[in-house]
């Protein structure tokens, strides 16, 4: 079995590949540089041309996404959410795209979304809409022997220090903890889930 792991130097997708190779899973890695395939995943033009150099995959998996804008409503201009529609939502939607011709049948594609769709945060619109956005992508998908779905983790604990004012009351989960949802995906039967790797609510 091969996987392709875009975002593979980044926390949570360096834990995925390490959870996909203990399942005896050939990982290649996906990225802007030093990756089995080098592309921007911000670029369709440079995603197409990398998947038509690429073999076949039983699985791949978007673990990469932009930082977001975290502002208060009246502070926001609607470039933000354009910037993060680009950076979070087209770009996974042009690689399910893509990456449905290079599948072996009964593979699977799976996306990252996020929890402030559900664990609201100040100044969180943006991110709150871009999850919700992936995941009616994600349910609504029927590409046949093809199974899509998407991750919604919430703050990891490797991160905790940078965003931990914004996830105040919110526990984090460490990058292996979310890792174990891809891990679903990849080898259950889902079509159109929404795994969530929540932390327990503080006290």
Request: charge should be positive.
């Amino acid at each position: 079995m091969r996987a392709l792991v875009i975002g593979s130097k980044g926390t949570l997708g360096q834990a995925i590949a390490r959870l996909l190779q203990q399942q005896n899973v050939e990982v290649l890695t996906g990225g802007r540089s030093s990756c089995d395939l080098n592309f921007d995943a911000y670029d369709q033009v440079s995603v197409q041309k990398a998947f038509k150099t690429a073999p076949k995959f039983h699985s791949v998996i978007c673990a990469f996404g932009a930082a977001t804008s975290i502002k208060p409503l009246e502070k926001l201009r609607v470039e933000d959410f354009h910037k993060a529609a680009q950076s979070k939502l087209w770009s996974q939607i042009g690689i399910t795209i893509e990456a449905l011709h290079y599948l072996e049948d009964g593979g699977s594609i799976t996306l990252t979304a996020g929890s402030v769709h559900d664990e609201l945060i100040e100044g969180g619109s943006v991110m709150a809409t871009i999850n919700r956005a992936l995941i009616g992508f994600v349910r609504a998908c029927d590409a046949p022997n093809i199974r899509i779905n998407v991750v919604s983790p919430t703050l990891l604990k490797e991160s905790e220090e940078k965003y931990r004012e914004y996830f105040l009351g919110i526990n984090a989960v460490s990058a292996e903890k979310a890792a174990t949802a891809y891990i679903r995906s990849v080898f259950g039967r889902h079509q159109g889930a929404n795994f969530k790797v929540y932390g327990d609510k503080a006290p």
